[in-house]
Nanobody, 119 residues
Framework: QVQLVESGGGLVQAGGSLRLSCAAS????????IGWFRQAPGKEREFVAT????????FYADPVKERFTISRDGAKNSVYLQMISLKPEDTTVYYC????????????WGQGTQVTVSS
């Protein structure tokens, strides 16, 4: 089993920056991919970005390209989401999720961290 804990959310003005962290523990050797998602109340979960646990390969949703950067620190078993030029529409809860090598989908989720961007 993998455990994920997000941190780094908060309140920021439009145009500002935040860095979210996703710390993984447990059976981290079974992780294939870590993804960041976001979900506003009453809306469907939205994919944000993903990175291969082994490093290198990344992919971003169009709304966040050029503004968000996903990265990984293998020594800390952590994945980060650096967000710049934040917009009010980026306001929501952000979740990280793990896709294990034995699964066909993201099968482990963190508790989420709130990001609020004021205009």
């Amino acid at each position: 089993q993998v455990q994920l804990v997000e941190s780094g959310g908060g309140l920021v003005q439009a145009g500002g920056s935040l860095r979210l962290s996703c710390a993984a523990s447990g059976r981290t050797f079974s992780i294939r991919t870590i993804g960041w998602f976001r979900q506003a109340p009453g809306k469907e979960r939205e994919f944000v970005a993903t990175i291969r646990w082994s490093g290198g390969s990344t992919f971003y949703a169009d709304p966040v390209k050029e503004r968000f950067t996903i990265s990984r620190d293998g020594a800390k078993n952590s994945v980060y989401l650096q967000m710049i030029s934040l917009k009010p529409e980026d306001t929501t809860v952000y979740y990280c999720a793990a896709w294990s090598t034995t699964s066909s989908a993201y099968d482990c989720w963190g508790q989420g961290t709130q990001v609020t961007v004021s205009s």
